[in-house]
């Protein structure tokens, strides 16, 4: 399964993006799904997700009530809105996929088998 992301871009502080990503060849359904970021130098950090069965949604302590993870009606969209950017915000953003991943490594990146090439997201101060 390849993953597509897009929707990255430049964007001043406090301003608003929306990404995709997009499964080739399947849907979502039945798959863990988030989104991480790397900024350069760092770690890549849990920043998004939602289990397998749809019901729960996770978000890193980062981005609480400024962003928002969610799955089209069909499974075929991941979506991350993201509101009230700042430069923290900076980073490589990752979609990622995994049909076995449980509640306890929701947000660890080991526990998901398939990734997109990811997509930049710039904010300037």
């Known amino acids: 399964v390849q993953l597509q992301a897009s929707g990255g871009g430049l964007v001043q502080a406090g301003g608003s993006l929306r990404l995709s990503c997009a499964p080739s060849g399947r849907t979502f359904r039945s798959y863990a799904v988030a989104w991480f970021r790397q900024a350069p130098g760092k770690e890549r950090e849990f920043v998004a997700a939602i289990g397998r069965t749809g019901g729960y949604t996770y978000y890193g302590d980062a981005v609480k009530g400024r962003f928002t993870i969610s799955l089209d009606n069909a499974k075929t969209t991941l979506y991350l809105q993201m509101n009230n950017l700042n430069a923290e915000d900076t980073a490589i953003y990752l979609c990622?996929?995994?049909?076995?991943?449980?509640?306890?490594?929701?947000?660890?990146?080991?526990?998901?088998?398939?990734w997109g090439q990811g997509t930049q997201v710039t904010v300037s101060s």
């Open positions: 990622a996929a995994g049909p076995s991943v449980i509640t306890s490594q929701i947000r660890v990146p080991e526990a998901y088998y398939y």
